[in-house]
Each structure stands twice: as C-alpha cells, then as structure tokens.
C-alpha cells in the first residue's frame, strides 16, 4: 500500500479485535478482515441473494455478490486516489450486505415485521451479527474477530436503541459513534457512497436488459442522458450497434463521472477542514460526498428507480410474494421449531426466535423457495 493520508485509518493503529490475536504478516489487520470476508459462508451465500430481482428471474442480473464486489472496485479505487485505507475499504465493502435476507428489501421488511415484537430485525446489524457471531469457523471465537474499524464501517447504522444498547454491552464498540452523533472513518463513508453509485448504476442496467425501463424513459434523466449524449458524440457508430454497447459506454460514463467528483468534492471537504488525523474525522460532517450539483442528479436518478423500478408492478408482484414466503417460513419454524436443522434448534433453545431469524436471513433465495415448497407444499414463485 502507497502512504496513507494522515487522516486514513492506519492498519498499525488499530482499535484492535475483540479477542486479542498475534498478527499475521504480511498481512496487515485489515487485509486479513478482507481476506476472513471472503472465506465465510456468509459470504459465498451471496451469489445466490438478489437486491432487486429474484434468482431465479434471471442470470444476467446483479447479485448480491457481484453488487459487492462492484462497491469494493468503486471503493478501492476513490481510496486510493485519496490515499485513504483501499484494504480497510474493500473489507467493509466484501461484508456490508452479508447481513441481508433472500429476496432482497421485500425480506428484510418482511422479517423485520415478524421480529417487531422479539426486537426488530435490521440488515446492517445483521451484517454485523454474521461476521461477530454467527460464522463458526475459529478455534477459539464466533464469528470473524474483525477489527473494530471493519465493524464499525459494517453497521453503517442503526437505530439508536439499538445503538445504545451495544454500547452498553460493548462501551469502545462499533455502535459508539452512533450514540456520540458522530461519523464513521472516511473508508467507512466511502464503502457507504460506492454502495449507493453501484447500485444506482447497475440498477439502471438491469432494469434496462430485463425490459422493465424502457429507454425513452431514462433519457428523461439528465445524468443518463447527458452521458448517452456525450457517448454518441465521441462514437456516432454506436447509433448503429447494438444497444448493449451503448448502455455500457453510458453507464460507465456514468460512473466515471461520479468518482471523478466524490473525489474532488471529499479532497475540497478535507481541505478546507484539515483533518489532523483519523479520529479528527469524526466530530466533522460527512466529508466523503458528493459536489452539490452532482448530489441533485443522483437523486433525481434514485427517484427514478424508486417510482420506474422499484414500484414496477412486476417487481411490486414478485416483492409481495416474497414478503409472504418469508413470512410463511417464520410462522412454520416458529410453530414447530423441530423443523429447523439440529444446529439451529439448539440456539432457538438458548436465543429463542432470534435463532429463526438468524437462519432464514442466512437463506439464499433458492434454498428459501425449497424450504417453503417443504413446509407449506406450495411453489414460491411461478416459473420456478
Ligand atoms: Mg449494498
């Protein structure tokens, strides 16, 4: 790694891990929390865990493990133009939806709703959940041992009873921040705007290749149309071309456009507020950011997918179904627990339904389908 900014989060200067482990060079801490990311379970389920689409629509769509490592390039990339922590970036980024259910949104809800009474259920502290418990894979502890910089970007938030509870559990912990109203490192905020400019951008592609947006649609939006229009200018011949070719020069525009000014804007933010160090970052404002103008267009963009994509009545349909599928499955394991695997009984015996919550979030969409057709004698979804 090139020399960090003195306002990165220094690898030599971490906050450390909850139970104390000698160090493993070459490897720095962080890397090591990338590279303990990417050998868990959690973390080969997302394959087969969709944002916006179900599995088993389609292919070519993004899943949650293409997503991830979609925002682990974005971020990689911005941090290292401004000399943060790529490695501490890219483990957040690898992690930051292991937390999240089959079906996307439409799950979470879902399970969110059936947990109300037990506590809730949030996919951040989830995500958080998996890497400090729920990975089984250590001799000596659950979870991943992560440092508390990875974990701290991991839960992003969560509500403030929540927040304040792991504080009292855990008073140097990742929810201090929360409950102090301060913000997280600089790689944390960045892993957090690569989440929203891959999703935003891969969104529009797929919602483009699955035929649910139509183009005259999103020429409608400057910041697509804009980029369309500048692509056809440098190259007329893709008039011509398959639209494929197009779409894909737009949309990396698109992108480019986007990192070239969360670059400027964070350089300026830091600039003008001369950060001494990494713990300085926090009592300021979110530096990590778009330029304002930049800021309007992607929200403009955002506003198009929720009303254009996200309420599509295909997408409306397939969120609906899956809501009751999740809904389904707690209803069947809480009734009769027998029913979960000899592993997961054992913690319902201990946890209650938090156990029921912890294994159909660790569900990928297919095996949540099999597991319903098995419970209910019902198919999940047509077409599957
Ligand atoms: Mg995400």
Do not use: W
């Not at 070459?26 to 394959?47: E, G, I, K, M, Y």
């Not at 259910?101 to 109300?116: E, I, R, V």
């Amino acid at each position: 790694m090139s020399a960090l900014a003195p306002y990165a989060c220094d690898p030599e200067r971490s906050r450390g891990r909850r139970i104390a482990e000698p160090s493993a060079p070459p490897r720095n801490d962080h890397q090591r929390d990338r590279d303990r990311v990417v050998h868990c379970t959690a973390f080969r389920r997302l394959v087969y865990k969709t944002q916006v689409f179900v599995n088993h629509e389609g292919d070519l769509f993004r899943t949650r493990l293409t997503h991830s490592l979609e925002v682990a390039q974005l971020g990689r990339s911005i941090a290292r133009a401004l000399a943060l922590n790529e490695d501490l970036v890219e483990a957040i980024a690898l992690a930051h939806d292991l937390g999240h259910t089959p079906f996307g949104h439409a799950g979470q809800d879902a399970l969110d709703d059936c947990m109300k009474p037990h506590g809730g259920f949030e996919h951040n502290l989830q995500s958080l959940r998996v890497v400090d418990v729920l990975e089984q894979r250590y001799p000596r502890f659950d979870g991943l041992n992560l440092t508390l910089e990875t974990r701290e970007g991991i839960l992003k938030r969560c509500s403030l009873k929540i927040a304040e509870q792991m504080q009292a559990e855990e008073p140097d912990g990742p929810a201090r921040r929360i409950v102090a109203g301060e913000q997280p490192s600089l790689e944390a905020q960045l892993a957090n705007l690569a989440d929203e400019m891959a999703y935003n951008a891969h969104d529009v592609d797929d919602g483009l290749r699955s035929g649910l947006l139509a183009m005259t649609q999103l020429t409608e939006v400057p910041l697509f149309a804009d980029h369309r229009a500048a692509a056809l200018m440098d190259h007329p011949q893709l008039q011509q071309a398959p639209e494929r070719r197009l779409l894909a020069e737009t949309l990396r525009r698109l992108l480019s456009a986007q990192v070239a000014d969360v670059i400027a804007a964070t350089i300026a933010n830091l600039q003008s507020h001369a950060p001494g160090n990494a713990d300085a970052v926090r009592a300021l404002p979110a530096m990590v950011q778009f330029t304002p103008p930049m800021r309007e267009q992607v929200t403009a963009l955002k506003r198009f997918l929720f009303a254009a994509l996200y309420r599509h009545p295909q997408v409306a349909d397939t969120t609906l179904r899956a809501r009751e599928v999740v809904r389904a499955l707690f209803a069947a394991y809480a009734d009769a627990p027998q029913q979960l695997p000899d592993e997961h009984r054992l913690a319902h015996r201990q946890i209650g339904l938090r156990a029921v919550a912890d294994y159909i979030a660790g569900m990928t969409d297919r095996f949540a389908s099999r597991e319903y057709l098995r419970l209910t004698g019902q198919v999940a979804f047509e077409g599957q």
